[in-house]
C-alpha cells in the first residue's frame, strides 16, 4: 500500500501531499490514539497506517517540523508554541486548534487517519468533533494505550531519535546496530529535548492532569478502546486490532468494516 507522504499535514497552508493514498478497498478508518507520552503511541501509528493505508497525523511533527524552520519563518504563536514543548509542558489550546484546524482537509482524506497526540484536553476534543463534522466524517475508535507511570519514564529516558529520518530507537529494548548512530540514514542520533529527566515528569503531570479526562468524554460516546501497553511493538499492534474490530462492529453493526487491511 501507498505511504502517505504526510507533507500537508506537517507544512500545513497551501502544502500537497506528494504521495496521496488511493482510496481503501473499504471505508477509510479515522482512528484517535491516546496514552501517555511514552508508551509507545508514535510506533503503533506507524504499524496501524502501513496496514490501513491510512496517514499518521501527529501535532508533535507539526511541532517538531517547525523547528527545522529558521527562527525568522515562525510566527509568534509557533515560536511560543516551541518554547512550551521544549519545557514539557503543553501548548495552549488556542495554538493547537489553529494549527489543525488549518488541517481539515487532512481529515476528510480519502486514506483516513491515525491522529496521534491531538486532542490532548477536553476543549480539544470538541473542537476535534466540530472539524470533523465540518469535513463531513467521524471517528471509527479512540485507543488508549495503557502502561504502569515507571515503565512509562524508563521508556522516555532510553528513547533516542534520528533527527534526519525521524527512526525511533532505544537504548535498550531497541538499540542501533552501532551505538548512537542510525542504522537507516547513519545520522547522530539525539535525544528529543523533552525526553530530558527534568521534563519528563512534567509531561507526566501533563497528561494526568489534563489528557486523562478524556477517557470518559470518548467512553461515553462510546469509541475508548483500552488497549494494554505492555510487550512487543507486534504484540500491542494485534492486541489493538482485534479489540477495535470487536468494538466497531458491536458499536455499529450494520456498516462493520469487514474485509480491510
Ligand atoms: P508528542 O510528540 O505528541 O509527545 O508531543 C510533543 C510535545 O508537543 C508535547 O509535550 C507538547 O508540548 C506539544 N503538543 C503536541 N500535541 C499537543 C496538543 N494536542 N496539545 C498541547 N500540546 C501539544
Redesign the pocket.
Known amino acids: 500500500m501507498k505511504k502517505p507522504n504526510q507533507k500537508a499535514w506537517l507544512a500545513g497552508g497551501d502544502a500537497l501531499c506528494a504521495n496521496p493514498p488511493d482510496p481503501p478497498p473499504g471505508p477509510a478508518w479515522r482512528l484517535v490514539l491516546l496514552g501517555a ?2 508508551v509507545g ?2 510506533t503503533q501509528a506507524e504499524l496501524l497506517c502501513a496496514r490501513l493505508g491510512a496517514c499518521h497525523l ?7 517540523n517547525a523547528e527545522c524552520q529558521g527562527p525568522r519563518e515562525r510566527s509568534p504563536a509557533l515560536q511560543a ?1 516551541l518554547a ?10 488556542e ?2 486548534l489553529e494549527l ?1 484546524g488549518e488541517r481539515g482537509r487532512c481529515m476528510r482524506c480519502c486514506g483516513g487517519f491515525v491522529l ?6 477536553v476543549a ?1 476534543a470538541e473542537a476535534l468533533d466540530a472539524i470533523l463534522e465540518r469535513e463531513g466524517v467521524s471517528l471509527d475508535a479512540v485507543f488508549d494505550y495503557e502502561l504502569p507511570l515507571d515503565e512509562v519514564v524508563e521508556r522516555l529516558g532510553g528513547r533516542r531519535v534520528c533527527p534526519s529520518c525521524k527512526a525511533v530507537y532505544h537504548l535498550t529494548r531497541q538499540p542501533p546496530q552501532k551505538p548512537g548512530i542510525c542504522d537507516v540514514c547513519g545520522a547522530q542520533l539525539i535525544r ?1 529535548e ?1 525526553d530530558k529527566p527534568e ?1 519528563i515528569l512534567t ?1 507526566m503531570r ?1 497528561y494526568e492532569a489534563t489528557t486523562r479526562p478524556l477517557l470518559e468524554f470518548y467512553r461515553q460516546k462510546g469509541l475508548l478502546v483500552t488497549v494494554p501497553a505492555n510487550g512487543t511493538p507486534d504484540e500491542i499492534y494485534a492486541r489493538a486490532w482485534i479489540s477495535g474490530h470487536s468494538a466497531q462492529a458491536s458499536r455499529s453493526a450494520p456498516s462493520v468494516k469487514a474485509g480491510r487491511g
Open positions: 507520552p511514552g503511541k508514535g501527529s501535532t508533535g511533527d507539526i511541532l517538531r508554541a512550551s514543548m521544549h519545557k514539557g509542558e503543553l501548548v495552549s489550546d495554538i493547537m489543525v496521534d497526540g491531538f486532542p490532548r484536553t480539544q528529543r523533552d521534563t509531561r501533563a
